[in-house]
């Protein structure tokens, strides 16, 4: 049984951080592309960041330069960096496992894993 599970969530002040971590048991991420979506409320659920098998990496616009997605394929662990937070960051971050990192970014759920959500809150 494959699952996600994301840690690293809380509140935060605008301008500040938090890394969020994603474990993964029951598949090994080596060869996924991994990625992190988000969800605010009353709105859909959105990409943020992908990182392939090969480390290559792709954000959504509202994120580049602040956020950075990383992986350490021995700790079957993904990360999101998240720097200099809005206030319009403010949602629920969801880790995902996926074959393809196209999938990620056009929120394809084929053949897809997702965690059960860390909340993450910026204050102005």
């Known amino acids: 049984q494959v699952q996600l599970i994301e840690s690293g969530g809380g509140m935060v002040q605008a301008g500040g951080s938090l890394r969020l971590s994603c474990v993964v048991s029951?598949?090994?991420?080596?060869?996924?592309?991994m990625g992190w979506l988000r969800q605010a409320p009353g709105k859909e659920r959105e990409f943020v960041a992908t990182?392939?098998?090969?480390?290559?990496?792709y954000y959504r616009d509202s994120v580049k330069g602040r956020f950075t997605i990383s992986r350490d394929n021995a700790k079957n662990t993904v990360f999101l960096q998240m720097d200099s937070l809005k206030p319009e960051d403010t949602a629920v971050y969801y880790c995902?496992?996926?074959?393809?990192?196209?999938?990620?970014?056009?929120?394809?759920?084929?053949?897809?894993?997702y965690g059960q959500g860390t909340q993450v809150t910026v204050s102005s």
């Open positions: 995902t496992a996926s074959e393809s990192r196209l999938w990620i970014q056009r929120m394809s759920t084929r053949n897809a894993y």
């Open positions: 990182i392939n098998s090969d480390g290559s990496t």
């Open positions: 029951g598949r090994t991420i080596s060869s996924s592309a």
